[in-house]
């Protein structure tokens, strides 16, 4: 039994009365949440109670409800106010029920109600408890609960009379309403799963007719692009959306060039604003008098101190475009730099700002806010000759591609260690700060004003240590697995309290405090360059976007570029526009949203519906080798259907950077490409070389040699070049404008806890704009079914989408865009009939063509069968089986679960002796195989059926033929198995398989009784 205990003595404390006590001593509610007597169940018991949680009075009681209930979790509490963390881990594990024993109504109140507001969704309940009289410290008798009802009992009845008396007086307190029908279910036993397979994408019967009017060609749709462009002139803000490859980089390009007004144009990287000045300069017209610049970042031929430069902006901290004019760049002392006379960064800075239109990437025009203003050429005064500068203007800023309205800026416990490191630096520093202030104020510097400085920022010190300690009580990241939000209450007020205070002369002019300062010069120690987030966090705690997740600092605010954007005026163009983009500048009445939709004739997708999700969980431990070979298999289909580096996919970003170190190590590597995802696979301990490395390649079978690699599986090097990863191949480029073929492998979903952070701080900012978004607590629901094809077809989708309407909108538009904008590097709007191409969406069952955000994506065919009876019927033997991998792993019961899920799935007689054969021949085999290659029992069976599928068993959506070569493999398995499996244990497990899919197929269903 393993026991741990911290007792609470107080003052007039009633015998074994734990929550009634009264603290006298002892103050802090967090003190009196720590006091708890816990008794650990076994992981490993029979039945739900592992799944149950007792709250008890008294450590007696306590030990009572253990011997009741071996597997539950028993706590004596000493207060009804439960830690969140303590319930996050309590719904982390999997745990469903309360029960309290010895706990008065009012206390179970309070329980539930600190449950709730914690995200606890399971059932509550309590067990009457009897009164029983005491003498008060005031002599009279009165009544309280009976702290040790259970253990009494137990000690009276023993177990069975405890058990009896438990089932007898319990009351549900609380009980979760059962699920709607259509909004969310739970799991489908086994015998309705294959069911549940073929029937998760179903027409609707209803004909779309939001296309109705689209433009038929591209032609027509760039001449209503100009014209919207044209429109957008004369408005504050425009957002233009139309699909990729449309030409709208070309097509405003044209309109400035037109225009008599200073714009700006922003790209998502320095390549695309490259592209897009060469372009201008071409189209420019010889008597045109429009000036145009392209923004150069710093680099080593345009800054002196570049090096330095770098050091900061590799740590995201700017510098802003004048900072490298500090005499000091190391102690940030006022004075110009010694190079800046001739600084080639810095002439480029003021040319750039006389330019009547401006290229940049979007980094530059949301850090450095000299760009967004037009200044006109000097002109001399007539009567003193002397030059004078004209007033600036505000550029209108054309964004290119997405910009978000909100992101946020994620710490760790390190970020504000050293922003303490590096204010107790500069406080050491009297003389430093003396020379700065000094240097702040000129002649109006005074000792009291230098006095009130250090005064401000001793607080401030004081301030950011107490918020430091009250933040490393969420060290353990197993404390805010759910987010967890802060509210602008004790250390964290103190600290907004102290910010506020302190005076501007040690400020530098990117806002950045003394604790934000970077130390360059850390003797012998690596420089410390803090991020700059206190703004962040003060304005953060005001409006309720701060969280703690997973152990980190979670502060949400509005998209600076975003803000300029909205600010200034101008326009956004975007092929997959956001959901609060477009509301944002929708509710503007001085500003309007275009949309220009084409046909995509040329460009055919289909949605894979084989019953696994490929999300990122499968690329976990046990299960990352069993999706490694899916996708390989898949993969190879591609090529062969679209030819040798031809064939282009968008995967997961682990399973890009596998198949890179897999089959391109050896390569060349001009753009470090190789080397990223070595340092990413080093990272997660699966480096070539590595232990999980060789684990990985001897269970795929694939050698740990790239040539060997791409010779045993005759994939080449253009094949893996032409693999691109979410995040950062979805966006930006053409490379795949002529691939003859192309798929998408799993849907780049995030935790549900991620959007639910997201959804609050685009609320804010929603707000900000006059926009009113409902709350949403995380809850999320399964099953739900997604009208998708303008309503034509419906999915029912087992991804967690949120219960609130307005969050599930904003993740499956957000999601989808994503997968847009990857399906737009295909460039469908371009497609012939002389290059048409198909994707093929290995995405589970994720509703991609959702009604309302599709962004503007083709019908979505889904392929589950390609309607032969008998194709359909070999689809539900297969997947029969890969519902039989992916039951439990559990040893001593996995030969009774694979014989009950095989009767289950056939209708098999539970008696009936060919279960119980086929059971007991793939077990053995499958244990065995699962222990020589360091697998799960579950990534052992799916091995088993991977196998069997990818070696000789045709895939039975291939092609409408497949049927037939599927019977007539099956009926002659014996050969086919020898020719491809060999023999040995895995092959005879193989033939077991084949032996209970013949049976199954060609064994007679049962007639259907006629109607009465």
């Not at 005074?446 to 001793?458: I, P, R, S, V």
């Not at 460039?827 to 309302?852: Q, S």
């Not at 799960?936 to 409408?960: H, N, T």
Request: net charge negative.
């Amino acid at each position: 039994m393993d026991l741990s205990a911290i007792y609470l003595h107080t003052q007039c404390q009633t015998d074994q009365d734990f929550v009634g006590a009264r603290e006298d001593a002892v103050i802090s509610r967090r003190i009196q949440e720590a006091a708890l007597f816990t008794i650990k169940g076994d992981p490993n018991a029979a039945g739900k109670s592992r799944h149950t949680v007792f709250l008890t009075a008294s450590p007696l009681d306590a030990m009572a409800a253990h011997k009741a209930s071996h597997g539950a979790d028993v706590y004596a509490i000493s207060t009804p106010s439960i830690p969140q963390w303590l319930i996050h881990h309590w719904t982390h594990a999997g745990k469903n029920r309360i029960i309290t024993i010895g706990l008065t109504e009012s206390e179970v109140e309070t329980i539930k109600d600190f449950a709730q507001q914690a995200g606890w969704y399971g059932m509550v309940q309590r067990i009457q408890v009897e009164m029983a009289e005491h003498e008060s410290s005031a002599g009279t008798h009165e009544k309280a609960p009976h702290r040790a009802f259970a253990w009494n009992i137990i000690c009276t009845d023993g177990v069975s009379g405890l058990k009896k008396h438990l089932q007898t007086l319990s009351i549900t307190v609380y009980k979760p309403e059962p699920v709607e029908s259509g909004t969310g279910r739970t799991e489908d036993p086994a015998s309705n799963k294959v069911q549940r397979f073929l029937q998760t994408a179903q027409p609707t019967g209803q004909t779309r007719t939001d296309r109705d009017h689209w433009f038929d060609n591209l032609n027509a749709a760039s001449l209503f692009l100009d014209e919207s462009l044209e429109k957008a002139t004369h408005l504050h803000v425009a957002g233009i959306v139309s699909q990729p490859g449309q030409g709208k980089t070309h097509a405003v390009l044209s309109q400035m060039i037109v225009n008599d007004f200073p714009e700006m144009l922003v790209t998502p990287t320095v390549n695309l604003a490259n592209e897009a000045y060469t372009k201008i300069t071409e189209m420019m017209p010889k008597n045109c008098d429009r000036t145009v610049r392209l923004h150069v970042p710093r680099g080593p031929d345009t800054c002196a101190r570049y090096p330095k430069v770098m050091l900061l902006q590799d740590a995201n901290r700017g510098p802003y475009a004048q900072a490298c004019k500090m005499a000091d760049l190391n102690d940030s002392i006022p004075g110009d730099c010694e190079h800046a006379e001739n600084c080639v960064y810095l002439h480029g800075i003021r040319l750039d700002s006389r330019a009547e239109i401006l290229i940049a990437p979007h980094a530059a025009a949301a850090s450095d806010s000299s760009l967004l203003s037009w200044v006109p050429e000097p002109v001399m005064d007539a009567e003193t000759g002397e030059w004078e500068n004209g007033e600036g203007i505000e550029r209108l800023v054309t964004v290119d591609e997405e910009t978000p309205a909100a992101t946020s800026l994620t710490l760790d416990h390190k970020n504000v260690d050293d922003n303490i490191s590096t204010l107790v630096h500069w406080l050491s520093k009297p003389t430093w700060i003396r020379s700065r202030v000094k240097g702040s104020l000129g002649k109006e510097f005074t000792e009291e004003k230098l006095q009130k400085n250090l005064d401000a920022y001793a607080v401030f010190r004081d301030a950011l240590t107490a918020l430091n300690t009250e933040y490393s009580k969420w060290r353990d990241p197993e404390k805010s697995r759910t987010p967890i939000q802060i509210r602008m209450s004790g250390a964290w007020r103190d600290f907004v309290d102290a910010y506020r205070k302190l005076p501007k002369e040690l400020t530098l002019m990117d806002g950045s405090t003394l604790a934000e300062r970077p130390v360059l010069n850390n003797g012998t120690a690596a420089p410390i360059i803090p991020k700059q987030w206190m703004a962040a966090l003060v304005e953060g705690l005001n409006d309720r976007m701060v969280w703690i997740h997973n152990g980190n600092l979670v502060i949400g605010k509005e998209g600076g570029l975003w803000k300029n954007f909205m600010n200034q005026g101008g326009q956004n163009l975007d092929a997959s526009m956001g959901l609060t983009q477009k509301a944002i500048i929708s509710h503007r009445a001085d500003s309007a949203v275009y949309t220009i939709p084409v046909h995509q004739t040329h460009l055919a997708e289909f949605q894979v519906i084989d019953g696994q999700q490929h999300g990122k969980a499968a690329l976990k431990g046990h299960a990352l080798p069993s999706e490694v070979r899916q996708f390989i298999a898949a993969w190879k289909q591609m090529i062969a259907a679209g030819g040798h580096g031809e064939a282009a996919g968008l995967v997961h970003k682990d399973i890009h950077d596998l198949m890179t170190a897999i089959f391109l190590r050896d390569q060349p590597d001009p753009d470090a490409a190789i080397e990223k995802a070595l340092k990413a696979l080093e990272k997660k301990n699966r480096q070539p070389g590595s232990k999980d490395w060789q684990i990985l390649l001897r269970t795929l079978g694939i050698p740990d040699d790239p040539a060997r690699a791409r010779t045993q599986r005759d994939i080449t090097v253009d094949d893996a070049w032409m693999l691109g990863h979410w995040g950062k191949d979805d966006r930006g480029h053409n490379r795949w404008k002529d691939a003859k073929a192309g798929f998408c492998w799993g849907v780049p979903y995030d935790p549900t806890e991620e959007y639910q952070i997201r959804y609050a701080i685009h609320r804010v900012i929603m707000a900000r704009y006059g926009i009113d978004w409902p709350e949403w607590d995380g809850s999320v629901t399964r099953g739900q079914v997604i009208l998708t094809n303008g309503g034509e077809a419906s999915i029912t989708t087992n991804f967690p989408l949120p219960s609130v309407p307005e969050a599930r909108a904003f993740v499956l538009d957000s999601v989808n865009a994503q997968i847009a904008q990857g399906i737009g590097r295909w460039r469908g709007v371009r497609r012939t009939a002389e290059n048409p191409v198909d994707i093929y969406l290995f995405m589970g069952d994720f509703p991609v063509a959702a009604v309302g955000h599709d962004h503007m994506l083709p019908n979505i065919e889904y392929v589950t069968d390609l309607g032969s009876a008998m194709a359909k019927k070999a689809t539900k033997e297969v997947s029969v089986m890969q519902t039989i991998a992916e039951l439990s792993p559990d040893q001593h019961v996995v030969m009774e679960a694979i014989r009950e899920a095989v009767n289950n799935a056939f209708g098999f007689d539970p008696g009936d002796r060919l279960g119980r054969r086929v059971a007991r021949a793939i077990t053995n085999k499958v244990m065995a195989y699962a222990r020589e290659h360091h697998l799960s029992l579950q990534e052992a069976a799916k091995a088993l059926v991977r196998d069997i599928q990818d070696r000789f068993l045709p895939d039975p959506r291939a092609f409408p033929e497949t049927a037939g070569y599927y019977l007539e493999r099956l009926k002659d398995r014996g050969r086919w198995c020898r020719m491809f499996m060999g023999t040995g244990p895995w092959a005879d497990a193989a033939q077991a398989v084949l032996d209970m899919l013949y049976e199954g197929t060609f064994t007679p269903e049962p007639p259907v009784a006629p109607p009465g």
